[in-house]
């Protein structure tokens, strides 16, 4: 029995879609993958519905209607996983920024050693990030030292989008209390696994900016991130917060 999940949302990767569904799948150990598509007007989740054919029993599907934001997306995901009997559950992107390589090690993390929830980190061990120019490096790379200064959590890439967790941890964080839809969701979760006392483990990994598709960074993600921290902070600090 596959007892590990990997969720990917998608919204116009039909350039990466097929190709890193194939390269989860040629991993030597076994994964099943969730791909979560927003009605991609590019053909993604027709191309998934394609390659199903080859994998009936280990890729599944889910469109929804419209583009309805990566927080809601990975919900949907992590509810469909807990309706089943997956014991470890994966975050992780479409577009090649996260090695699929590097999913055994997030694996072996939580199912081997001691970690509730793995986080593959781009800053654990200084910056590896590739292909990004030093803008982009030095706002991401801000956004955590931010965000690990306001919460207090010891997590160094506060905003990695790159997880395994286990399945209590899902379990335990009622997932209909969280309020953030984009990026700053990755934060959020964070927290919340941080103040139920999860062990945390950041494994290092490189982080390559996607070579194909367009990035779906914005400036309300970023202003979402930043403001909603603090308000997610203070609000924990008189147990207005509901985890």
């Given at each position: ?51 199903q054919s080859k994998y009936p029993e280990t890729l599944f599907l889910m469109v929804r ?131 139920l006392k999860y062990k945390i483990k950041e494994i290092p990994v490189i982080f390559t ?35």
């Amino acid at each position: 029995m596959v007892d590990a999940l990997v969720i990917i949302p998608t919204y116009n990767e039909i350039e990466n879609v097929e190709r890193i569904i194939k390269n989860v799948f040629s991993l030597q150990r076994d994964f099943h993958i969730l791909i979560v598509d927003d009605s991609s007007p590019d053909g993604t989740n027709a191309k998934v519905k394609e390659l199903q054919s080859k994998y009936p029993e280990t890729l599944f599907l889910m469109v929804r209607e419209g583009k309805m934001g990566l927080g809601t997306a990975y919900i949907a995901g992590f509810e469909w996983a807990l309706d089943r009997s997956y014991e470890y559950i994966f975050e992780m992107d479409a577009d090649f920024s996260h090695n699929p390589n590097d999913l055994i090690r997030l694996y072996n993390a939580c199912a081997r050693g001691s970690a509730d929830v793995a986080i593959g980190s781009r800053y654990v061990t200084g910056v590896n990030v590739v292909n990004w120019p030093m803008s982009r490096v030095l706002l991401s790379w801000g956004a955590s030292k931010y965000v690990r200064f306001i919460t207090g959590m010891d997590i160094h890439d506060t905003t990695a989008g790159f997880i395994c967790y286990k399945r209590e941890v899902l379990e335990k964080i009622n997932l209909n209390k969280i309020r953030f839809v984009g990026y700053a969701f990755q934060i959020e979760m964070k927290f919340k696994a941080y103040l139920l006392k999860y062990k945390i483990k950041e494994i290092p990994v490189i982080f390559t900016d996607r070579t194909k598709g367009t990035s779906k960074m914005s400036k309300g993600i970023i202003s979402e991130a930043v403001f909603g921290v603090i308000k997610m902070k203070f609000n924990s600090l008189f147990n207005r917060y509901e985890i």
